[in-house]
């Protein structure tokens, strides 16, 4: 369960785009577990909305699970989440096997797990998380994807990568294999930290220094409301679309504040 001292308030939103016929990312939250998911999904005849679906569904049941029973005992939240994503990604396989429609489905998964002064991001695919901090953006998260290690590996430049062809084609994704490999990292949360959890079809069209400058836009000094969150949303998804809208855009805005009566209910 979330602890009493952390606080937090959430908004999200995702658009079909200009180009899409249809939405293949999902997002969802539960405020009482700190916990904030987003995923992409990818495959013929809607399987991609099967496989996001499936992925928020079942991470979410797994946590429950772990996390409500033990509210009074430890629990090991980077094996609960591993193990959550894992079960998520065996259960995205399986279908897949049992429905031809949904052969070949896929999807990415970011995540992120409150706690206290802590937060535990779990990983897979090129959906992003960052990190806003004294008027600083930070990627949290390292993209899964063929051009990320062609950068990594001395290939390609930062900027190459921006124009990069195969800037889409991704390393991991759930539902590939029946055992995928997850990064699972924790970091430290403080008072009037902002979190995005994010698609590719927003980072694909709207820089970070361009995200950086919505946020900036849309903070007054004094913290974040739901309306600062609901106008950055707004703002961010209005940005991808006016670049085109080639994708399906989600965001989801996380702020740690101490006034826990701001807290959305659960959404997905």
């Not at 606080?7 to 180009?19: A, E, R, T, W, Y």
């Not at 990604?89 to 990415?108: D, F, H, K, P, Y």
């Not at 998964?109 to 090129?126: A, C, E, P, R, Y």
């Not at 694909?204 to 609901?230: M, P, R, W």
Request: glycine share 8%.
């Amino acid at each position: 369960m979330i602890s009493e001292n952390t606080k937090l308030i959430i908004h999200g939103l995702s658009d079909v785009g200009l180009v899409r016929g249809h939405n293949e990312d999902k997002i969802a939250w539960d405020e009482n577990l700190g916990l904030i998911l987003l995923a992409d999904g990818m495959g013929g005849h809607n399987a991609g909305e099967v496989a996001s679906e499936l992925a928020v569904n079942c991470i979410i049941d797994s946590l429950r699970g772990v996390l409500i029973p033990d509210i009074e005992k430890a629990v090991d939240r980077h094996a609960a989440v591993d193990e959550a994503i894992q079960y998520a990604n065996s259960e995205i396989v399986q279908v897949a096997l049992e429905r031809q429609e949904c052969a070949g489905m896929g999807t990415t998964i970011v995540l992120s797990l409150f706690h206290g002064d802590s937060v535990i991001f779990g990983h897979v695919g090129d959906s992003r998380i960052y990190r806003y901090r004294d008027e600083i953006l930070s990627q949290v998260t390292t993209d899964h994807s063929l051009v990320q290690e062609m950068v990594d590996n001395g290939y390609l430049s930062e900027e190459e990568a921006l124009t990069s062809a195969s800037r889409n084609l991704i390393t991991r994704a759930l539902g590939i294999a029946d055992t995928v490999d997850v990064d699972v990292i924790e970091g430290d949360c403080r008072i009037d930290d902002l979190y995005l959890l994010c698609s590719d079809g927003l980072t694909d069209l709207v820089t970070d220094e361009e995200i950086t400058g919505i946020f900036k836009q849309h903070s007054d000094g004094n913290g974040y409301s739901a309306s600062n969150l609901e106008s950055i949303a707004v703002s961010l998804v209005s940005s991808a679309n006016e670049r085109g809208g080639k994708d399906n855009i989600s965001t989801v805005l996380v702020a740690r504040l101490e006034a826990f009566s701001d807290i959305q209910g659960f959404e997905e």
